[in-house]
Nanobody, 120 residues
Framework: QVDVVESGGGLVQPGGSLRLTCAAYGSIFTINAMGWYRQAPGKERELVASITSGGVTNYADSVKGRFTISRAKAKNTVILQMYSLRPEDTAVYYC??????????????WGQGTQVTVSS
């Protein structure tokens, strides 16, 4: 089975930075894509940023220029570097890993989520 493990959330002041790491364990195959989503209280889950196995990235308009998603050297691991954080970035951040249909564990997997709070 695949386990998606997130780390790096916490409390930060407005204007500060945080780095989130996500790793997908259990498959011998490389992911199609991995992405970070977030869900604030009373709101729907939304895409923050994603990256494909080929390195193509996609960002929500609200985070462009402030957040960067990248692949780590470790297999099936991505990093979300967040700068210039704002109170409206406060949410639970979830990582998603998508494995190809030919892999040992095809499909979409979610992590448990990590809380990011931006407050003074």
């Amino acid at each position: 089975q695949v386990d998606v493990v997130e780390s790096g959330g916490g409390l930060v002041q407005p204007g500060g930075s945080l780095r989130l790491t996500c790793a997908a364990y259990g498959s011998i195959f490389t992911i199609n894509a991995m992405g970070w989503y977030r869900q604030a209280p009373g709101k729907e889950r939304e895409l923050v940023a994603s990256i494909t196995s080929g390195g193509v990235t996609n960002y929500a308009d609200s985070v462009k220029g402030r957040f960067t998603i990248s692949r780590a050297k470790a297999k099936n691991t991505v990093i979300l570097q967040m700068y210039s954080l704002r109170p409206e970035d406060t949410a639970v951040y979830y990582c998603n890993a998508d494995f190809p249909g030919y892999s040992d564990y095809p499909g979409n997997y979610w992590g448990q989520g990590t809380q990011v709070t931006v407050s003074s």
